[in-house]
């Protein structure tokens, strides 16, 4: 098994835990954010492969900042983009301030136009790596945002009112948004109640009312739409 060498650029939350990660598998790595004081040239021209951990919409103006890296073996992390000679890794996962641990990293899926260059580029990492078409990328992040970001904008409203203008305690809050969830793993297709799936217009008539002009109740109407 070969020992690459790795450059990991960015300094953000995913950049965190990546480093973590090689961190508990004794995998070395170097990283670099512009803030460095070390040159990047320098630092890349010793490296195998180089991570591109950073936004988005900077990885393409990065590399043509950095005409160097275009010689070297790129990867980056964007589940909704391409770039011509970079390999995309996209981890399906839900990732905090708090770091995970080894076992926890070690479940999180890659998501990847190529996963057979994934696994030679990380021989060392044991995560299922499946494999996407490139056209298909953006319809996959809509997804992942769909139902990964979206609902805890709602738990949040939810929370916050409950909280706030009813004193119901967070630990009863927690256990509700728990339990549905909870509903949802076990039996996905039949998970959802309430009066969206009684169609019970007289009750939704009544939530639209009392939501008022809240863009909430713009999403209520769409999630109506839905059914």
Known sequence: MKDFS?????????SRHIKKYFSL???PCKSWQRNSRSSLERMAAS???IVLLITDSNISGFINENPFL?????????????FKNVLDMHPLAAFSKRPFSIEEYEKIPFISS???????????????VLKIKPSMKPLYHALCVLG????????????????KKFKIPRKFIFGYLEGNLRNFMNNPEVSFTGPLRRNDE?????????????????VYRAFKKTR
Not at 70 to 78: E, G
Not at 114 to 128: A, D, I, M, T
Not at 148 to 163: H, Q, R, S, V
């Open 148 to 163: 990964g970001n979206f609902p805890a904008i709602l738990w949040f409203k939810a929370l916050e009112d409950l909280e």
């Open 25 to 27: 598998k004794k995998i």
């Open 114 to 128: 190529n996963p057979k260059q994934v696994k030679k580029f990380f021989p060392k990492l044991k995560n299922p």
């Open 202 to 218: 007289k009750t939704m008539r009544s939530n639209l009312k009392v939501l008022g002009k809240s863009p909430f109740a713009d």
């Open 6 to 14: 790795y450059l990991i650029i960015g300094n953000g939350q995913i």
């Open 70 to 82: 275009k010689k070297k073996n790129l990867v980056h992390f964007s589940g909704a983009l391409n």
């Open 47 to 49: 490296a195998d492969i």
